[in-house]
């Protein structure tokens, strides 16, 4: 058997593979494309994202996870077992040992589907895994010592803020508030400001390209297509970075105010390390233009954003590997009856 040890972060808007000794082989958008009329899946990943918002009445794109949680079990465990597949090989007897990601907010039902999930997509023992101690260990942080760091992690569905000293979450906030909060941000604005409707894939394209979350230096436009809901037509406009900013603020608003909030619920010693060492940032959202100075501003705290930031929980979850008698003690592992 090639391999027996893989990482997973199971994510709202990707799901990213890392195999031992590997690094990440995988990357692909969770969305899954079915057909309603005989509930075959179709097309799974990257192939399934080009389909949203294009699809006939009988094909539908889904997402089976929101928020950071499962919210369609079957479609998560069938997604699962393609990537899993992909990324390892279709042996029968592969059953490989599974690093599992969840947010630090989960309840136990939301540990059981995930760690159930994963068991049926082919895992032989399943470990969980907090994100941002995950991202934390991706970011080339040093959890062990009794320094506290504190780690911000973006994703599509949650932004995970915690604070970790001794291998440990100390203090930890989980908002429902991330990437794909972004988006409909954009495109509640659009309707809006402009009266123009646009769809999740546009609203991502003017995110990564001129969103921002702190005033540019330079002003930046960009030619918007969707269409204009007085006339029902087709319709291009222009929209700034600056606008971008404005349509942002209240996401954004609520990460700032939740990091403050765990900075005041943090021991003393350790906000003076926090202070001294500064804040990681992680995950896709990381990549937001200006994030790191938005936080860095309401917290007065020097911010970085880790070095490709979207990895860092996969990466994370591989190094944990080396790891499992710990992980096989950690109170997330820790089964409990369920009645």
Partial sequence: MAFTEIG???GTANVLVYIKNKGVVLNEPSVVAINKDTNEILAVGEEARQMLGRTPANIVAVRPLRDGVISDYDITEKMLKYFIR???GSSRFFKPRIMICVPSGVTEVEKRAVREAAEQAGGKMVYLMEEPV??????????TRPDGNMVIDIGGGTTDIAVIALGGIVQSASVKVAGDKFDEAIIKY???EHKLYIGERTAEEMKKSIGTAYPREELIVQECRGRDLVTGLPKNIEITSKEMLEALDDPLQIICEAVHGVLEKTPPELAAD??????????GGALLNGIDRRIEERTGIKVTVAEEPKLCVAVGTGKALDSLEFWQNDKINQRKPYI
């Fill in 134 to 143: 995950a991202a934390a260990i991706g970011a080339g942080l040093d959890i």
């Fill in 8 to 10: 997973i972060d199971l």
């Fill in 86 to 88: 992909k990324a390892c």
């Fill in 190 to 192: 659009m309707r809006k």
């Fill in 274 to 283: 926090i202070s001294n060492i500064g804040i990681v940032v992680t995950g």
